[in-house]
């Protein structure tokens, strides 16, 4: 995340972070609806695979984060000014 | 026709525990209690798992055994080492889903494990191995620093520790807790930083340490003794019997080019359970000793001197035979020792026979009279099922030390009441029910007393009843060992 933040993420670490939270939580992850993305709520509770429950709440922010405001990572990916952290370490 | 036996249909009780359920289609018969896991491993559906051991409660830590159960909201992912099997119950163990959710778990292991199983003790036999090969997704995304630590810490003379393979199953610690009953290591810190420790100034000096690092389901426990001595894939294995003490776990001897590198607890219901003594697991290093007579030896002029076999025995016979005809067969005696093989009693019983000498001797270990064979005699597993156990014996702890995790392991789940009498505490005296001490030699009145007790009596009329006899110390006399013994036969037949 932090890697996208930075300007230096990929397309794939936002499918990673998805993915990640779907070994947390199998399913559709809870969300509100939106108009604007044509999104329809998925209702509460969660699925979880993990004994603590610390690990979907921690994933609550990242996927509404992720779902709700996708163009904002994306912008973060396609209009940066450095380069992948992944190229950065092959040209080293 | 005629018929002249009758139809008798024979009833057959059904089983009130007995439910069918299915998996990946096929239907399995369980029963109420059992664990998912354990249903699928008999109906042969493997669940990879790491945190789940079948001697041991599930804790449900590391989430590899999830598999899909239908429910009332749809198909739902549940735990199988942590879920029991229901009447009708629907499991899926190889949909896609399954696989996605067993993949993620195997990525997120080893996203911080060092993936150096190339000098790795367990590399061959190691379940991480394994089933990130057979449910793991084959690569990782993971491209950052992994968690480092130094690697590896010893966490007792025996046992080293390496955090950074560790992938926080819990199997040691609950062996530790809940076997052994020495829990000296534990989890300390959270989340990304939790890792086994032991307490700071205290070592995990349990007596049976060596068992963590044969459940360790990676390699973040090893064992000194066999530390880069072998491969897993080059070791020779024979089943066998442990020989430290008179409990006789089951084992694998295990060695490579001639050298005997490790001993492994064999799974065997009746004796040990798979668990083995440090005692026992490790004293395989005494066969290397320098000290071992390797050759025979005969004295000349008061000095051992090696020689040959064919040497050694015929000066033997030349002995026996000058003896015999000097003195006659009696004035010739053979003592057999306790811990030979019944082959070995056998063998020289015969050659005393033979030789028409009757002066044999040969005693138990502790050197109670032969007389108690004539007792009835209880198995380890009737000791661990009998509702009252009486311990007239040394420190089972230091002894017996399985013998003590059975009795342990039967005082703890509430199977057994022990009563000991000892002349001092015992490492089974935190579990006893009731703990007789006595002045050496007075041991009689002090067994009087306790089993007139009207609750004691309560309790040993309420069923079985074992007796672990063994002499409390050897510097006593065994004639007070087997007076305590009719002592309370006379109460407690
Ligand atoms: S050291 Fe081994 S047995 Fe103990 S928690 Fe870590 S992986 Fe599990
Ligand atoms: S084996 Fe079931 S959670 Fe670890």
Redesign the interface.
Known sequence: MSRVVDGKGTA?DLE?LI??G??IC??DFPHASNEKLGLAAVPFPY?M???CFVGPSAYAPVNSALVLFREEFEARIVKRHTIP??AV?AAL | MTTTEPNIEVEIPLDPNAITMSINGKSVAARKGELIIAAADRSGDYIPRFCYHPRMSSVGMCRQCLVEVEGPRGPMMVVSCMTSVGEGQIVRTETEQVKRAQEGIVELLLANHPLDCPVCDKGGECPLQDQAFSHGPGESRFIEEKRHYEKPIPISDLVLLDRERCILCDRCTRFADEVAGDALIQFTSRGNNTQIQTFPDEPFSSYFSGNTVQICPVGALTAQPYRFKARPWDLAKIESTCTTCSVGCRITLESSRDEMLRYQGVDSDPVNHGWLCDKGRFNFESIKSNQRIENPMVRSDGDLVATSWSVALSSAASLIAQAIKDGGPQSVAILGGARGTNEDAYAWARLAQSLGISNVDAQFDDGLPTSLFGYAQATIDEAAHATTVLLLSPDLKEELPILYVRLRDASEKKRSKLIEFVPKQTGLTRYAWKSASYEPGRQVSVIQQTLTDPAVAAQIAQGSVVVVVGRANLAENDSFTMAALDAVLAIAP
């Open positions: 794939a990673q993915e990640v779907t070994s199998p399913g699925k695979n993990t004994i952290v992944t370490g």
